[in-house]
């Protein structure tokens, strides 16, 4: 969501890099552009006015002058702005001491309240609670239907005494006889009763702020005093986000924010004034359509992302959850014994990554990763599960062994995974960089891609699947490329081929290639050729990185 303000202020500190002293035109053309980048992002004016005077003020003063390195101490200290902007430190909930702990839902229809609740009642779930969701939005069409749905697929309980508005009219006229106050203060009484440690209250929203939507709020609150009230806020909303949450402030006095639908391409600055305009801290945000598209909300880690600094922590915590640790334990010891790195092994370590879900999502969290943002959007989440189809139809020994994958295997494979050929001489290829990256860290090296991670086939830039550019890397220097006319490079193959066998012609005492696509089987007349010589490898043209597989 935050990309063009991120691109933004990188091109601003860019500049800056390049300046040894800065000096006081530097840094009022510096703040200029920030200003500009956090207008355009629909940052809340007086937010904007109070984060430039501060930054320049702060960049004047001795805290920079005296720095080594003054582009980098005013980026810090954009950096700590930015934090302060979005709330300062993280705030978790505020768990009763007498359980039930009760959790009440506002915002306006349309937020996200109804999946919010499963999301938040599926991640407590996980950290050993037993959660309770409150169907207490009477209103909405099938609303209490919907919250139903989420609970079941989060795995939670519902309490939901009465079926709501069924009539598919969103109209008060026409809306049941439930008071959904009663229906919440039931619901916490049930979980008491049920002895459910967390209860989610789903309340009602409109389309705009009025007065009988913020009585219905205030009445529940007051007749469950809830320990936390979350204002649920669609960071898509725009301007209007900074005066919805001031009304609804006034009106129920909410105790935190969450942000949904975070991972929308809308400029969403408006959302990060919440926190600063209110005086509550944004708590969760949610950043997908999945149950498990969830996460705590950490203002220095979005400081950083927004900066395009990475968030590794995040990043180290899902892979926590999704890594199976076992698994990691015996490929580090497989590495430190020196054992070689299979197919076999890749593709458990890409069923891993697969549970850590979109890659792109995993990408831009990496450092440094804006340059490469074109290229990540372009990325095809599908290139995994097309990598495991190409695996998953090789023989155990040829995932043992990829040597052994002469022309013939390579296109039984491309048949067997629904792909072709050249996809998979190209896992192949980039296999071979990654099988040479795990052989140099179990030496002590590191071999490592962007940010400490390895390379991995398929990604970003890497010239593999529907949306690479499609242009095959270029032939090593002081190599002959094989020619693009078939028969050009039919009789290319063919010399090569005879070279490899002694000069005799194919099939004519000479050797025969069957079984070999490179003309290193058996030979003809029942005799036995000699071991190809390393210069007979040599002009064999094979794709590069797959002569030392052979080798």
């Given at each position: 969501m935050f990309n063009s303000l991120s691109d933004r202020l990188t091109a601003t500190f860019k500049n800056l890099r390049t300046r040894g002293k800065l000096s006081?035109?530097?840094?009022?053309?510096?703040?200029?552009?920030i200003r500009r980048a956090l207008l355009d992002a629909d940052v809340a004016v007086p937010v904007v006015r109070e984060f430039c005077g501060v930054v320049r003020e702060r960049a004047l003063s001795a805290e920079v002058s005296g720095a080594l390195n003054p582009a980098q101490q005013v980026i810090k200290i954009v950096h700590d702005e930015l934090v302060d902007v979005l709330g300062g430190a993280t705030r978790p909930l505020y768990l009763s001491k007498v359980p039930p702990t009760v959790i009440m839902l506002a915002g306006l229809q349309g937020a996200g309240k109804t999946t919010l609740a499963g999301k938040l009642a599926l991640a407590l779930k996980g950290q050993g609670h037993t959660p309770v969701l409150v169907a207490a939005d009477l209103q909405r069409p099938n609303a209490v239907q919907q919250?139903?749905?989420?609970?079941?697929?989060?795995?939670?309980?519902?309490?939901?005494?009465?079926?709501?508005?069924?009539?598919?009219?969103?109209?008060?006229?026409?809306?049941?006889?439930?008071d959904p106050v009663q229906?919440?203060?039931?619901?916490?009484?049930?979980?008491?009763?049920?002895?459910?440690?967390?209860?989610?209250?789903?309340?009602?929203g409109r389309l705009g702020v009025d007065?009988?939507?913020?009585?219905?709020?205030?009445d529940i609150r007051a007749a469950i005093n809830p320990d936390d009230v979350l204002f649920v806020i669609d960071a898509m909303i725009g301007q209007d986000a900074v005066n919805t949450a001031v009304s609804f402030q006034e009106g129920v006095d909410f105790t935190g924010v969450v942000l949904s639908?975070?991972?929308?391409?809308?400029?969403?600055?408006?959302?990060?004034?919440?926190?600063k305009v209110t005086g509550r801290p944004i708590m969760f945000a949610s950043t997908g359509e999945k149950l498990s598209d969830f996460e705590v909300f950490h203002p220095d880690r979005m400081a950083g992302r927004i900066l395009d600094m990475g968030d590794v922590l995040t990043l180290i915590e899902q892979a926590e959850?999704?890594?199976?640790?076992?698994?990691?334990?015996?490929?580090?010891?497989?590495?430190?014994?020196?054992?070689?790195?299979?197919?076999?092994?890749?593709?458990?370590?890409?069923?891993?990554?697969?549970?850590?879900g979109s890659m792109k999502k995993?990408?831009?969290?990496?450092?440094?990763?804006?340059?490469?943002?074109?290229?990540?959007?372009?990325?095809?989440?599908?290139?995994?599960?097309?990598?495991?189809?190409?695996?998953?139809?090789?023989?155990?020994?040829?995932?043992?062994?990829?040597?052994?994958?002469?022309?013939s295997r390579r296109a039984r494979i491309a048949r067997g995974s629904g792909s072709t050929t050249t996809a998979v001489n190209q896992l192949l290829d980039r296999f071979g960089q990654a099988q040479k990256m795990m052989r140099q860290?179990?030496?002590?090296?590191?071999?490592?891609?962007?940010?400490?991670?390895?390379?991995?086939?398929?990604?970003?830039?890497?010239?593999?699947?529907?949306?690479?550019?499609?242009?095959?890397?270029?032939?090593?220097?002081?190599?002959?490329?094989?020619?693009?006319?078939?028969?050009?490079?039919?009789?290319?193959?063919?010399?090569?081929?005879?070279?490899?066998?002694?000069?005799?012609?194919?099939?004519?005492?000479?050797?025969?290639?069957?079984?070999?696509?490179f003309g290193l089987g058996g030979s003809g007349g029942g005799k036995t050729p000699s071991a190809p010589s390393a210069a007979d490898l040599a002009n064999l043209n094979l794709p590069e990185g797959l002569d030392k597989l052979l080798g």
């Open positions: 006081e035109a530097d840094i009022d053309a510096t703040i200029r552009e919250l139903s749905i989420v609970a079941g697929n989060a795995g939670v309980a519902v309490y939901a005494p009465h079926p709501g508005n069924t009539s598919g009219i969103d109209d008060d006229s026409l809306m049941p006889t439930g229906v919440a203060r039931d619901g916490v009484a049930y979980a008491r009763d049920k002895q459910h440690d967390i209860v989610n209250v789903d309340t009602a007065a009988t939507l913020m009585k219905q709020a205030a639908k975070l991972d929308g391409d809308a400029r969403g600055g408006a959302a990060l004034s919440v926190a959850k999704a890594f199976d640790a076992a698994e990691a334990e015996k490929m580090a010891a497989k590495v430190a014994a020196g054992d070689d790195f299979t197919l076999g092994d890749f593709l458990v370590q890409m069923e891993q990554l697969k549970k850590l995993m990408l831009g969290m990496m450092p440094g990763m804006g340059a490469m943002r074109e290229q990540i959007d372009n990325f095809d989440d599908r290139e995994v599960d097309r990598i495991k189809a190409i695996i998953q139809s090789m023989t155990p020994a040829e995932r043992e062994t990829p040597r052994i994958i002469d022309g860290m179990g030496k002590g090296g590191m071999g490592a891609g962007p940010g400490g991670m390895p390379m991995m086939p398929g990604g970003p830039g890497m010239g593999f699947g529907k949306k690479a550019s499609g242009r095959m890397a270029p032939p090593p220097k002081g190599k002959k490329g094989k020619s693009g006319n078939p028969a050009k490079r039919a009789a290319q193959e063919k010399a090569a081929m005879q070279r490899a066998l002694g000069g005799g012609p194919v099939g004519a005492g000479g050797g025969d290639a069957a079984g070999s696509a």
